[in-house]
């Protein structure tokens, strides 16, 4: 059949043939997804090449000009090979929108994906993400971007990209006068190279992420001069770059600062984990003060702001819509926490893995406006009885509530329970908080009368001092309609039998139909325990992570490290 195809191919001049004979001649020739494999498909390339026609173009090659195939035919043949090239990818052809992260794209793939954006004339969003081959050969797709002049979306995360990668993406930027979003995160080799793109970016640009790109204090220098002139740049996040703040005498991050000033539109900030220190605060407050629409500020895992929160403190309270303030792992004082103003519109403030933020919380409580707050994460804040009293003020309001890895909850979950309000907790996580059977009992009656039936995850992991009562009598109360996930786990190293309440489990299924996680490790069952529980969990297609081996352990001082952490 294919020899006869090739044959047609050659009399083209005297048979031409119809673009459902080029589609299928296409399909027949093309390997299915599990056969791919970059060296393979590389060598199979030429051949599959004669078969295919790199353009509308060479469809028509050797025909006379009275028999040329209408242009809305040719227009159907180009679409027919997006087609074919999605489904060899395992994906779903869509004119709007195409998504090939993780896909293990080629250098010889991306050249075939470039010879089809012509017939994608309404493509608004490309994302080829997560494809590490087609490092140092992005010049094959950025050459074709005029096609698809109208994208708004354009994500290369995690693409081996090096600096000429990115020049080559500079110089096509001009053709994408419409792009809003541009996420280079994860390339490392963007560091000391982004500068030849930043001066190319259109003032269209709303969202900028380059997340551990390996930035220098020169590229936030650029960026500096960047943010400047684009007026809608309304997100930026440049999380995960240490060295913007380590070549201090650069003055780099300083820059960067200074200009975000600038920045009217600016509405998303975001420097986790960037070697911040107390001097960079009182730089960058200075600018947020003038940034009234700043509703989002991550400052996270920057563990050397110890004892420096208050050259921010002072310029906060100019943020007058920031909703949400995120400073979890930075080691922060209680003295820090406690110069904290009130912020009127705030809903989220997250200090968890602050050790001593647990002492803070009354502090927090009479500045925090209580009725308005949605999350309150407090995870490794080493609570105490007094300040575990004063968190349950504001619970009543809260959407997420976290007190995982704080062992004063055991025996005190009624007092947080009470307080919760009907239907309005969506997350409850109480990992690690060594909960007794009276605490899942009581837990179980909140249920029953339906205080958590909006609920959607809940968390009791690692919390092995509970008896099978405690967890018979939580899946017989129902009231758990709305539950996604559920973590049961047991800690590393020890293991219990689970034959007590799992028929309570099972015969609590039908009353989650939401449920599509469900993780148990280390609890043990019989084999026929097992195959019925194996079978309720595939029958349902709900998740199940079970290791009643336990051979996916970690040491227990492992999880207390990082519970630390």
């Known amino acids: 059949m294919e020899a006869a195809e090739g044959q047609r191919g050659r009399d083209g001049g005297s048979q031409r043939r119809s673009p459902f004979d080029v589609i299928m001649s296409q399909i027949r020739r093309k390997r299915s997804a599990s056969d791919r494999k970059p060296l393979g498909r590389f060598l199979s390339r030429t051949s599959e090449r004669t078969a295919i026609p790199e353009d509308a173009e060479s469809e028509n090659r050797g025909q006379s000009p009275g028999a040329a195939a209408p242009v809305e035919s040719l227009r159907d043949a180009g679409w027919g090979r997006v087609c074919v090239f999605l489904q060899k990818m395992g994906k779903k052809a869509d004119s709007s929108s195409l998504s090939l992260a993780h896909c293990d794209l080629t250098a010889t793939d991306l050249l075939e994906l470039a010879s089809l954006l012509q017939f994608l004339p309404q ?21 074709h971007l005029q096609h698809v002049g109208g994208i ?20 096509a930027l001009p053709s994408l006068p419409g792009l809003e979003i541009l996420d280079l995160s994860w390339n490392s080799s963007v560091g000391g190279a982004l500068q030849s793109l930043l001066g190319k970016l259109q003032p269209s640009v709303r969202e900028l992420h380059l997340v551990a790109c390996e930035l220098t204090a020169a590229d936030a220098a650029a960026l500096g ?23 201090v005498d650069a003055g780099g991050f300083g820059q960067l600062a200074a200009s975000l000033s600038h920045a009217v539109s600016l509405t998303v900030l975001r420097l986790q984990a960037c070697g911040l220190r107390p001097d960079n605060l009182e730089a960058l407050g200075a600018s947020l003060r003038c940034l009234p629409s700043v509703r989002h500020l991550d400052l996270s895992c920057n563990r050397s702001l110890t004892g420096g929160l208050s050259r921010l403190s002072s310029h906060l309270p100019h943020m007058a819509h920031l909703e949400s303030l995120d400073l979890h792992l930075c080691r922060l004082k209680r003295a820090d926490l406690e110069v904290l103003p009130s912020l009127t519109a705030l809903t989220a403030l997250d200090v968890s893995s602050n050790k001593e933020a647990g002492g803070a919380v009354h502090q927090l409580v009479s500045v925090l406006p209580l009725t308005q707050m949605r999350r309150l994460p407090m995870s490794s804040c080493r609570l105490t009885e007094e300040s575990f009293t004063a968190l349950a003020l504001v619970a009543p309001y809260l959407r997420s509530l976290d007190v995982s890895w704080c062992k004063v909850v055991g025996g005190r979950l009624p007092l947080l329970m009470d307080a919760l309000q ?9 990992s690690s908080c060594g909960l007794t059977t009276d605490d899942l009992g009581h837990l179980a009656d909140v249920c029953r009368r339906g205080c958590v039936s909006s609920l959607r995850v809940l968390d009791l992991s690692y919390n092995d001092s509970v008896g099978d009562a405690g967890w018979a009598a939580l899946f017989a109360a129902g009231g758990l309609g709305s539950l996604e996930e559920a973590d049961l786990s ?38 026929q325990e097992e195959q019925q529980l194996r079978f309720s969990m595939k029958n349902r297609n709900i998740r199940l992570d079970w290791d009643p081996d336990g051979s996916d352990w970690k040491t227990s001082s492992q999880e207390d490290s990082q519970a630390e952490e």
């Open 422 to 430: 009907p239907s309005v907790v969506l997350e409850l996580r109480l």
């Open 225 to 247: 001069g960047l943010v400047a002139v684009l007026p809608k740049l309304c997100v930026l996040d440049v999380s995960c770059n240490p060295r913007l703040t380590q070549e």
């Open 152 to 171: 708004r979306t354009l994500k290369l995360c995690s693409c081996r990209l090096n600096a000429d990668d990115v020049a080559a993406l500079g110089e």
């Open 123 to 143: 493509l608004e969003e490309m994302d080829v993400s997560w494809n590490e081959l087609i490092g140092g050969s992005l010049t094959a797709l950025t050459s």
């Open 490 to 527: 047991l800690r590393p190293l020890t293991s219990a039998p689970c034959s007590a309440w799992l028929p309570s489990l099972l015969g609590a299924l039908p009353r989650m139909p939401a449920l599509v996680r469900l993780a148990m490790q280390r609890w043990s069952a019989g084999p």
